[in-house]
């Protein structure tokens, strides 16, 4: 199955702040809001929504095609891309802007405060999906992730037109939508990925009910933090996944870019949803767990063997002949 997985492509910024954003808000005041944290810790980290999606599918044996924009400092982070299994050969380079960045802090409570500098990232407009197609043989299925906007209203209405299935997965783009823009991105779609309070914006923005809005749609699958995923095919009963137990927690950056990652690889080896659901789950406990959102290290036998342990020793079983986890 070939997959398309176009998106941010982004440099991440991490810091850790140890007490609690809630602390130092005062309701009252929040139209005066004036705030500094002191960080105690600040990692570099390679990142960007699609970057980290097709990082995650590679790492599960899978090809991915990234198709997003950056700038001239791309260099080192495509060799790294490219080492580990990402097709590279769809990103468009500017001539003037430097690849975006994500500066996030997070504290004691896994609660995040963040800023994204678009960068490069809006030449992502220029993409056309048609040459990317036609280098690879066709397109079994595109990711319309969080991008410059006027991005992803050119692919998502580029898939329609072209008859090419895609999932929209908004994400973060969903505050900066209005309801007319969010219908556009979504309506038509084969997949549908939101976390839940994605899911409340987009019907408050559309004014569509949480019913209508998976009625857009083919699948939607919607994660819900500490109480797993929901999985609702048209015409199915809804599919409830729980999460797998992590080791630790270290930094929430890029779990649900993982979640995605092994949802997507599910798809391309033709797995039922239940399935795609629980792979998806496992990879993002192993991202929780680390900082940076491409610094996890798979190993198939460990990897299946906490597969087993979360979902019973059947989903390891279904699951496993698909994986390949090329990195030791």
Known sequence: MQI????SIATDH???FDGLFADSLVVEQLDKISLS???SDLQVRRGGVAANIAFGMANLGQRPLLVGAVGEDFTDYRSWLERHGVD?????YSESQHTARFICTTDKDMAQIATFYAGAMSEARDIELAPVAQRVGGLDLVVVGANDPEAMIRHSDECRSRGIPFAADPSQQLAFCDGPTIARLIDGAEYLFTNEYESHLACQKTGWSEDELADRVRVQVKTRGKDGVTVRVRGEEPVEVGIAREVRKADPTGVGDAFRAGFLTGLAVDLPVRRCAELGSMLATYVIETVGTQ???LGKERFLERLAEAYGP???AEIGPHLSCPRP
Do not use: K, N, P, R
């Not at 590279?88 to 468009?92: D, F, Q, R, S, T």
């Open 14 to 16: 991490l810091m850790t």
């Open 295 to 297: 610094e996890y290290v």
């Open 88 to 92: 590279c050969g769809a990103v468009h």
């Open 37 to 39: 944290f002191l960080t």
């Open 4 to 7: 398309a997985i176009t998106g």
């Open 314 to 316: 059947e989903s390891a």
